[in-house]
């Protein structure tokens, strides 16, 4: 245990709070209990969730506790972190699905002998009613409505339900149950943490201290990274499929990702950042295969790549799929199921990820029968 640590960690996070509290304890070799809560609301982990992950990593190998809260509880509820409108309640058979995939993947980057797995039902489901009148009592409505898509949406006028309050609440009381030291998380989070301290402190505990990284936008460049929005890079796709979408993410985003989740430090990405962009995306693309597929999948990926989008090469092994006249690209990739959605198929078409007969097109473009559409590892005879 050292301060090297701390050292790493300032060069990574947006914030840390507070600075040389943290500091000290590392350069103490203070044991510590860190957390990071994931609400499973989705089936898979994405490359975004990278970025906190291998924060945990460096403080599990210089000798610390990680606590993963896995958020079933508050899953149900919705984290209303940056959000516009209330999310929908989940079910418990959702929540525990999601779950169970969650616990798969998180070895990918974690050392599951140094981790420790908590779910939140664990006290939160536990509470009866006096005990959330006195969590509730920990701090005021005012304060809560402070975070800031709490108040735009009052002053937009948009409904707050009742039971997003809570969230916070839950959240914050999740590192009074564990005892937490440290927590970590996205720059959406900062609320959450520094609440998580007010409430640590109404229960009489030292206040955790916290640090927040840098949000990984998805493929299309502008929102964050999200299964809802169908811009993610999931972590155990296909190797062909992890390849292809980050080689379709725009060049500006190339630099962020490479010291986001590359895995990649200091003079090891010096020789990337000086290729040109195409040649640093692609190396990008190598090395996040080979980080969750190993090396041997890098490789196929690439090769694969290079045969169909370099050199435009269409397999002989295709699908056949009839339509009655020339249609467009957008409901084609729907009705083949390649996109699950309009905005779905509208973006990968904007992002250069749809190509007939060899060639990009755009979302306004058509086909008719004879033409081969090819998009994300498939190929689609039209008859």
């Known amino acids: 245990m050292s301060g090297a640590l701390f050292e ?3 060069k990574r996070a947006v914030e840390i709070h507070v600075e040389e ?30 970025v906190p992950l291998d924060v945990l990593r460096e403080f599990q190998d210089d000798g610390h506790t990680v606590v993963l809260i896995v958020g079933d509880f508050t899953a149900m509820i919705g984290d209303p972190s940056g959000r516009s409108e209330t999310r ?63 108040a735009d949406r009052l002053k937009a006028g948009t409904p707050i339900g009742a039971h997003e309050i ?28 520094l609440f998580g301290r007010e409430i640590q402190k109404a229960y009489g505990q030292e206040p955790q201290d916290i640090a927040v990284f840098p949000l990984l936008e998805g493929t299309d460049g502008s929102l964050k990274m999200g299964k809802s929005l169908g811009n993610y890079i999931g972590l155990t796709e296909p190797p062909e499929e992890i390849y292809g979408k980050t080689m379709s993410i725009p060049d500006t985003l190339t630099e962020k990702y490479l010291r986001l989740v590359s895995g990649l430090e200091g003079k090891q990405l010096e020789p990337i950042l000086a290729m040109k962009p195409r040649d640093a995306k692609a190396a990008l693309a190598r090395r996040l295969v080979n980080r969750l597929h190993g090396e041997e999948a890098a490789s196929r990926a690439e090769a694969d ?61 058509t086909a008719a029968a004879g033409d081969v559409i090819s998009a994300r590892r498939r190929h689609v005879l039209l008859k």
């Open 8 to 10: 790493r960690l300032q």
């Open 21 to 50: 509290h943290l500091r000290a304890r590392l350069e103490r070799g203070e044991p510590l209990r860190v957390k990071l809560g994931l609400d499973p609301t989705a089936p898979d982990l994405h490359v975004g969730h990278l």
């Open 88 to 150: 929908p309640i989940l079910t418990r058979e959702q929540v525990d699905a999601a779950a169970r995939t969650y616990l798969e993947q998180i070895h990918l980057v974690l050392d599951r002998e140094r981790l420790e797995v908590r779910r939140n039902s664990e006290w939160l489901g536990e509470m009866k009613g006096a005990d959330v009148l006195r969590l509730l009592g920990k701090a005021t409505l005012q304060q809560v409505l402070q975070r800031e898509d709490f």
């Open 166 to 193: 809570l969230y916070p609440f839950n959240q914050a009381y999740d590192s009074v149950a564990i005892h937490a030291d440290v927590e970590i998380g996205g720059t959406d989070q900062l609320f959450n943490l």
């Open 305 to 365: 790549f290079v045969s169909q989008f370099v050199r435009k090469e269409i397999p002989d092994q295709k699908e056949e799929h009839e339509i009655e006249g020339p249609t467009d690209i957008v409901s084609l990739l729907v009705a083949t199921g390649i996109a699950s959605t309009r905005g779905d198929a509208r973006r990968l078409a904007e992002q250069g990820g749809v190509r007939k007969n060899g060639e990009k097109v755009e979302p306004t473009a």
